[in-house]
């Protein structure tokens, strides 16, 4: 069985200012990790995933995680939000073989002007 | 614009009413996937077909049923409705089957408001 945690449902941070979103995962196979975005009243965009090899990933609009095996963690960052960023991200766990996605709950972000 | 769309973009109904949801995925993707978002339970994965059959189910209701046509369009069935069931239906699509190795692209969604 896989789970995904999002540690902040709500996080807000200032235009410019480091974005820093928690994932945690749990998987008893080696897990393949997604971070999607969704904007108001659109669907989920993929934002980047990690399936093997380079543990840093990056992604589209800036966006990078990194993959921490002994963390079970795949935090999502951004150097400098930007307003555009405003919207909610959603981190999502499969495994080999698995033909679904499971999701987090999701953390809304407010970027501040 | 992801390619895949998702009819209607509303729907209002009454609780024991029956609707039908309709995707059709990007050209040339084989799998669809249909997921429900709902604030109590979030995103969660009802079932995915690939090529016309099934592959797997998640948390997907007995009153609830899909298929996927020869054109690859894909309809969700959801009968007996009940007020739990308001909630934004995605369709998402993908090329193969494993989403694991490929990128799974989703529709606008459909807003079912049970009444």
């Known amino acids: 069985a896989q789970s995904v945690t999002q540690l902040g449902s709500h996080v807000s941070v200032s235009e410019g200012a480091l974005v820093l979103l928690r994932c945690n995962y749990s998987?008893?196979?080696?897990?393949?990790l997604f971070w999607y975005v969704q904007y108001p009243n659109q669907g989920l965009q993929l934002l980047l995933k990690y399936t093997t090899g380079a543990t840093l990933v990056k992604g589209i609009n800036g966006f990078e995680a990194e993959f921490k095996k002994s963390e079970t963690s795949f935090h999502l960052t951004k150097p400098s939000a930007h307003m555009s960023d405003a919207a909610e991200y959603f981190c999502a766990v499969s495994g080999a073989g698995s033909y679904q996605l499971t999701f987090g709950k999701g953390t809304k972000l407010s970027v501040i002007p | 614009d992801s390619g895949v769309t998702q009819t209607p973009k509303h729907l209002i109904t009454a609780t024991g009413q029956r609707v039908t949801l309709r995707c059709s995925p990007r050209?040339?993707?084989?799998?669809v996937y249909w997921y429900q978002q709902s604030l109590d339970q979030g995103l969660q994965f009802l079932i995915q077909?690939?090529?016309?059959?099934?592959?797997a189910k998640g948390n997907i209701l007995e009153r609830f049923s899909a298929q996927q046509f020869p054109d690859l369009h894909s309809e969700l069935n959801l009968s007996s409705l009940e007020l739990g069931d308001s909630a934004l239906y995605f369709c998402a699509s993908s090329v193969d089957q494993d989403p694991s190795y490929n990128e799974q692209f989703f529709g606008p969604g459909t807003r079912l408001t049970v009444l």
């Open positions: 077909y690939y090529n016309g059959e099934e592959r």
């Open positions: 050209s040339g993707d084989l799998s």
């Open positions: 998987s008893s196979v080696p897990p393949y």
